[in-house]
């Protein structure tokens, strides 16, 4: 479910699961004193509060939660209808690069190709932080079109920043000139 938060499916994944509703309790939202002690058999009863599935990442320094569900029944013309927002969309996709970040085992080097797409934009200096961090233990390299996340790389400690320039298609390094470029031979098929 967390891959499939990620990737903006997890609703599908869910719904082939047989939905929100097989993953409920069918007893009472809360339990009676009396229900506890015995006097009173366990019963299911109307549901009056949200209901929802959290699905959640726990590690150091970042945790993260996903919280898939329905508002309460009352806030709503036909109760079943979902109450899910953009904000799943974003929160999904940290939520993978959290886990790749943090991961217990990284490769020798990482390429993170525009992680910023599809994420709030309050989320960018978060993220940066967690390259850094991974940073710290393999060989990351990001390539980024938003100011915001450069920017707050630029801030920490140990990333420097290499600018490409792109003219007339051809894209090279900003300062690079016909003297400090490092020779290339294109391979013969």
Not at 172 to 185: D, R, V, Y
Request: glycine content about 6%; hydrophobic content about 40%; charged content about 20%.
């Amino acid at each position: 479910m967390l891959a499939d938060a990620a990737l903006n499916t997890v609703v599908g994944s869910l719904a082939r699961e047989g939905g929100l509703a097989s993953t409920l309790w069918a007893g009472p939202e809360t339990i009676a004193r009396s229900v506890c002690q015995g006097e009173h058999e366990v019963e299911g009863t109307r549901r009056q509060q949200a209901v929802s599935l959290k699905v959640g990442f726990a590690g150091a320094p970042f945790s993260y939660c996903i919280d898939l569900g329905y508002p309460p029944p009352a806030q709503l013309a036909f109760p079943l209808d979902p109450a899910i927002k953009r904000e799943f969309i974003w929160h999904g996709r940290f939520l993978l690069w959290t886990a790749a970040l943090l991961t217990p085992r990284p490769p020798e080097l990482m390429v993170l190709n525009e992680p910023e797409t599809s994420l709030h934009p309050d989320l960018l200096p978060p993220l940066a932080r967690l390259i850094a961090l991974a940073a710290a233990r393999t060989q990351i390299i990001v390539v980024s079109h938003s100011p915001s996340l450069i920017e707050s790389l630029e801030k920490l400690e140990g990333c420097p920043r290499l600018h490409l320039e792109k003219s007339f298609g051809e894209t090279t390094l900003a300062g690079q000139t016909k003297f400090n470029i490092p020779k290339w031979e294109w391979p013969t098929r």
